[in-house]
């Protein structure tokens, strides 16, 4: 029988220890363009690693998936952090997992908030994209070079992701 994993808000100090949330509340560090624009400046930790290691910007056009969501997989890269940015104001769902001797520990899931994106830090395992809503668009900042930077880990008993 598979574990239950209930869905919580994603916040900040609760994503702190697997990467960085990306949004716009609070004041912006400046004002621009004749003070008709707020800047939310340098809001993630991107971190890239190995030969020929660069920045990409992609966008990932993914089917949206239901709830209750079956994990079976998780991933990570160890070579470089990964942020998504959704092009839409739909949630989408977040999976992580703390790192426990080299394999996933219990996943936690988020459901973001609209306008929010994530940073998963370089070497965090994850749930894939998981949009809830269509269109599952996103811009995706992510590490591009040589070198394997996947590992994937399938669980023996998949996790069923639920609402509260």
Not at 1 to 6: L, S
Not at 74 to 86: K, T, Y
């Amino acid at each position: 029988m598979a574990d239950t994993i209930v869905i919580q808000p994603l916040t900040a100090p609760a994503f702190a220890p697997f990467g960085d949330v990306l949004d716009a509340s609070g004041e912006p560090s400046q004002v621009i363009n004749q003070g008709l624009c707020g800047r939310y400046h340098d809001l993630a930790d991107l971190d890239f690693q190995g030969p020929g290691a660069k920045a990409g910007i992609s966008l990932f056009r993914s089917e949206k998936r239901s709830l209750p969501y079956t994990l079976e997989m998780v991933e990570r890269h160890p070579l470089g952090s990964q942020a998504f940015l959704p092009m839409t104001l739909e949630p989408f769902l977040v999976i992580v997992c703390p790192d426990e001797g080299g394999h996933p520990g219990a996943p936690r899931a988020f459901r973001t908030n609209p306008g929010q994106g994530i940073n998963f830090h370089r070497n965090v395992w994850h749930g894939v994209l998981t949009p809830l809503c269509d269109p599952g668009l996103f811009t995706v900042v992510d590490r591009i070079g040589e070198g394997n930077n996947l590992e994937e880990f399938w669980f023996e008993t998949p996790y069923q992701i639920v609402e509260t």
